[in-house]
């Protein structure tokens, strides 16, 4: 009664020592085995909780401290007794290990005391009654809502770090609390209360114990997927904000075996939730762009190729608006990983009839063509080629409505032809340059011995040579592939392809007359 007096007249300083006085009365705090009066004191402080929660602002973290040691006493007591028994063995072991005789003799009377604690409390007590304080949250003011999700994390983390047997039960109830209170309470006090979930998540799952850390990011999973059932304002994006502590807790972690599994859940949430996703894909891709950056950890970046390739055969409606950000995650790979990225690309090539999303598409093939290694580069065209084809051939593809098949081509001339050809002739003139160089070094033969030079500069040279016939064949395929597919189209521009042509006449006569210099076959 005094409670809610000093409650109702706002006298928080009484009523708070009132409340910490009581908890006190309760000999849980104290090794000590609880009396009768100390038994009527839980009860009256687990009824306050349940019933008069209101006024229990402000000393929440008194009354789960409690709340904590009736769930230590009720778990040993559910315990197999050799269980039981082994728990108790190693905490003797703990004080025999300090060798003196003090801390053995107290612990064993602790001991004593817990079982007979124990006892005691599994004929008054339950843990039903927490279950209830957990649904009364719903009721709770903001301000109350978080000291109350601040206390139970302040006990969680200090269980994680003492390894204590309520941590796991803690970790599960901050899971309820924040399941029962997302879809009830506006945006900005759910904000307020995530930062300090956030904080927690982030604290345990960077621990140096791999079960604390995994077990931190599985209820992080298990969150996130509820949090994805909501549907995200255009105003406010909490998918973010949410997602954000996989991203803090890879960063800071360091750990591999906490990075995959991290890995592992986002896939997860990809696999099942994609059409759900907004704002969410901005920390899925900063989490995938740093695996791109990890070379030597090729099995977790096979994982994330796999997941995008899932997406792009199932998925491509729910993410073509994001479809630049997946591609500029996607490239990331491309060096890694290049017949699965073409594979995806086909995927997309297929389900494409927006014209922007067409260049977002058509720009991955770049790196591809242009790439120094020949056979990625032939994979690259020959890829380009099958999925226009596939766009001929296919009578309910979009280029064939009136009007559109001459701008989808000259779309592809403009925008991916022509600068693709650009860029080898850039690569073709830089090789040939050095090769003038070279040449140049030639001069000085006639008065000064430089065998090894001039035979390391022929090596230099034919090296070089080869690398310019490579090149130009791959010109030359990309500008018969445009004159292939233009037909009739292609005559009216070959005012475009003409000068590119001509280049690569002069490249040709180039590389045939360095052959015959250097004495190659």
Same mark, same amino acid.
């Given at each position: 009664?005094?409670?809610?007096?000093?409650?109702?007249?706002?006298?928080?300083?009484?009523?708070q020592?009132?409340?910490?006085?009581?908890?006190? /009365?309760?000999?849980?705090?104290?090794?000590?085995?609880?009396?009768?009066k100390?038994?009527?004191?839980?009860?009256?402080?687990?009824?306050?909780?349940?019933?008069?929660?209101?006024?229990?602002?402000?000393?929440?973290?008194?009354?789960?401290?409690?709340?904590?040691?009736?769930?230590?006493y009720?778990?040993?007591?559910?315990?197999p007794?050799?269980?039981?028994?082994?728990?108790?063995?190693?905490?003797?072991?703990s004080a025999?290990?300090?060798?003196?005789?003090k801390?053995?003799?107290?612990?064993?009377?602790?001991?004593?005391?817990?079982?007979?604690?124990?006892?005691?409390?599994?004929?008054?007590?339950?843990?039903?009654?927490?279950?209830?304080?957990?649904?009364?949250?719903?009721?709770?003011?903001?301000?109350?809502?978080?000291?109350?999700?601040?206390?139970?994390?302040?006990?969680?983390?200090?269980?994680?770090?003492?390894?204590?047997?309520?941590?796991?039960?803690?970790?599960?109830?901050?899971v309820?609390?924040?399941?029962?209170?997302?879809?009830?309470?506006?945006?900005?006090?759910?904000?307020?209360?995530?930062?300090?979930?956030?904080?927690?998540?982030?604290?345990?799952?960077?621990?140096?114990?791999?079960?604390?850390?995994?077990?931190?990011?599985?209820?992080?999973?298990?969150?996130?997927?509820?949090?994805?059932?909501?549907?995200?304002?255009?105003?406010?994006?909490?998918?973010?904000?949410?997602? /954000?502590?996989?991203?803090?807790?890879?960063?800071?972690?360091?750990?591999?075996?906490?990075?995959?599994?991290?890995?592992?859940?986002?896939?997860?949430?990809?696999?099942?939730?994609?059409?759900?996703?907004?704002?969410?894909?901005?920390?899925?891709?900063?989490?995938?762009?740093?695996?791109?950056? /990890?070379?030597?950890?090729?099995?977790?970046?096979?994982?994330?190729?796999?997941?995008?390739?899932?997406?792009?055969?199932?998925?491509?409606?729910?993410?073509?608006?994001?479809?630049?950000?997946?591609?500029?995650?996607?490239?990331?790979?491309?060096?890694?990983?290049?017949?699965?990225?073409?594979?995806?690309?086909?995927?997309?090539?297929?389900?494409?009839?927006?014209?922007?999303?067409?260049?977002?598409?058509?720009?991955?093939?770049k790196?591809?063509?242009?790439?120094?290694?020949?056979?990625?580069?032939?994979?690259? #065209?020959?890829?380009?080629?099958?999925?226009?084809?596939?766009? #001929?051939?296919?009578?309910?593809?979009?280029?064939?409505?009136?009007?559109?098949?001459?701008?989808?081509?000259?779309?592809?001339?403009?925008?991916?032809?022509?600068?693709?050809?650009?860029?080898?002739?850039?690569?073709?003139?830089?090789?040939?340059?050095?090769?003038r160089?070279?040449?140049?070094?030639?001069?000085f033969?006639?008065?000064?011995d430089?065998?090894? /030079?001039?035979?390391?500069?022929?090596?230099?040279?034919?090296e070089?040579?080869?690398?310019?016939?490579?090149?130009?064949?791959?010109?030359?395929?990309?500008?018969?592939?445009?004159?292939?597919?233009?037909?009739?189209?292609?005559?009216?521009?070959?005012?475009?392809?003409?000068?590119?042509?001509?280049? #690569?006449?002069?490249?040709?006569?180039?590389?045939?007359?360095?052959?015959?210099?250097?004495? #190659?076959?």
């Open positions: 009664l005094s409670i809610k007096i000093l409650g109702l007249l706002n006298l928080e300083n009484q009523k020592n009132i409340i910490s006085n009581l908890c006190t /009365m309760t000999n849980l705090l104290q090794v000590k085995i609880p009396k009768e100390n038994i009527l004191c839980i009860k009256e402080l687990l009824t306050l909780a349940n019933s008069d929660y209101r006024y229990c602002k402000g000393s929440w973290n008194f009354i789960l401290e409690i709340i904590n040691k009736l769930y230590y009720l778990t040993l007591l559910s315990m007794k050799d269980e039981r028994e082994l728990f108790y063995k190693n905490k003797k072991q025999v290990k300090t060798n003196i005789k801390n053995i003799l107290l612990m064993e009377e602790t001991i004593s005391i817990e079982k007979e604690t124990m006892k005691i409390l599994s004929k008054e007590i339950t843990l039903n009654h927490f279950e209830k304080i957990m649904t009364k949250t719903l009721n709770f003011d903001s301000s109350t809502l978080i000291e109350f999700v601040n206390s139970m994390c302040d006990i969680a983390k200090f269980e994680f770090k003492n390894n204590g047997l309520s941590k796991i039960f803690f970790l599960q109830k901050i309820e609390i924040a399941e029962l209170n997302l879809f009830s309470r506006p945006g900005f006090n759910w904000n307020n209360t995530w930062k300090i979930l956030s904080e927690f998540f982030v604290e345990i799952g960077c621990s140096k114990d791999n079960e604390n850390s995994i077990n931190a990011i599985d209820s992080l999973r298990q969150l996130a997927l509820k949090f994805l059932q909501k549907k995200e304002g255009e105003n406010y994006h909490f998918q973010k904000e949410f997602l /954000m502590p996989f991203l803090d807790t890879w960063k800071k972690c360091g750990n591999i075996d906490t990075q995959e599994y991290i890995i592992v859940c986002i896939n997860n949430l990809l696999r099942n939730e994609t059409k759900n996703i907004k704002s969410g894909w901005e920390v899925v891709f900063s989490i995938f762009k740093e695996v791109a950056y /990890m070379k030597e950890e090729k099995n977790l970046q096979k994982q994330i190729i796999d997941v995008l390739s899932y997406i792009s055969k199932n998925n491509y409606n729910e993410i073509k608006e994001i479809l630049k950000d997946f591609t500029s995650c996607l490239i990331l790979f491309i060096f890694y990983f290049p017949d699965e990225i073409l594979d995806i690309i086909k995927n997309f090539f297929k389900q494409i009839e927006d014209e922007n999303n067409y260049y977002i598409i058509l720009n991955l093939y790196p591809f063509i242009i790439d120094n290694n020949e056979q990625i580069r032939e994979k690259g #065209l020959n890829n380009l080629i099958e999925c226009i084809n596939s766009k #001929l051939k296919n009578p309910n593809s979009n280029i064939f409505i009136v009007g559109k098949k001459e701008q989808f081509w000259e779309f592809i001339l403009i925008n991916l032809i022509i600068p693709i050809a650009e860029e080898l002739i850039l690569k073709i003139t830089i090789i040939s340059n050095s090769n160089r070279d040449d140049r070094s030639d001069t033969s006639n008065s000064i430089l065998n090894v /030079m001039n035979e390391n500069v022929r090596y230099n040279t034919e070089k040579n080869k690398e310019i016939e490579k090149l130009s064949l791959t010109l030359e395929n990309l500008l018969i592939l445009a004159g292939n597919l233009f037909n009739e189209y292609f005559f009216y521009n070959y005012k475009f392809l003409g000068k590119y042509f001509e280049e #690569l006449e002069n490249i040709v006569f180039y590389c045939e007359e360095k052959v015959q210099k250097a004495g #190659l076959d």
